[in-house]
């Protein structure tokens, strides 16, 4: 579980096939000597297991079903990552309730200034557009961010220049595929309408 505030932006500096699926060495500045082998972290919102470490970097296996849903596969060497470590009992949850499940990838269609901040426009696949509502939360590449216009299947979020200097938001070309959670809560709401309210499953 995590909180979607990123705690460092890394860098794949390593890939590399395995059985069909893909190992990927991330550089960091993270304790990586308070991370164990088999804890999760989050990189650009996707729950990963570190499967090994080094001083200052770590390697997590990816898999099929993984590189499907997300913007994984599009990786390269040098590519930015947002990260967050799992949470601790006891930890602040100081953003919002992120399982590092991710329901699937956005397109960010426009960026322009707002204020001091950044408005960024999304479409979001259909299938998961029903789970966005304004004031909702969404996870972005892992970031926990507050929804505040919603269009049919497009949204936008408002980015202060504080996280637009400490997460990969403010990288972000338009066009690109970003990876996106919807808040955990409204998925079982979806699932529930999906089946009509008080009828039995």
Not at 17 to 33: C, F, K, M, Q, V
Not at 184 to 192: D, G, S, T
Request: proline share 4%; charged share 20%; net charge negative.
């Amino acid at each position: 579980m995590f909180t979607g505030l990123v705690r460092d932006i890394g860098t794949v500096v390593r890939i590399a096939p395995r059985d069909g699926a893909a190992l990927y060495e991330i550089s960091t500045s993270l304790p990586l000597n308070e991370v164990a082998i088999g804890a999760s972290v989050a990189c650009a919102g996707v729950c990963l297991t570190v499967i090994d470490k080094g001083a200052k970097s770590f390697m997590v296996e990816v898999s099929n079903a993984t590189l499907d849903r997300t913007t994984l596969a599009d990786w390269a060497v040098g590519q930015p990552i947002n990260l967050e470590p799992s949470l601790k009992m006891g930890d602040e949850i100081g953003g919002h309730l992120v399982t590092g499940h991710v329901d699937g990838v956005a397109t960010l269609d426009k960026i322009f200034p707002d204020g001091a901040s950044h408005r960024l426009v999304f479409s979001a696949p259909l299938e998961i557009a029903p789970m966005i509502a304004v004031k909702g939360s969404v996870a972005i590449d892992g970031v926990s961010m507050t929804v505040n216009m919603v269009d049919g299947h497009r949204f936008s979020v408002n980015v202060i220049p504080h996280t637009w200097a400490v997460t990969t938001l403010g990288q972000t070309k338009v066009g690109q595929k970003l990876n996106i959670e919807a808040d955990p809560l409204a998925r079982y709401v979806a699932r529930r309408l999906e089946f009509g309210v008080g009828k039995e499953v």
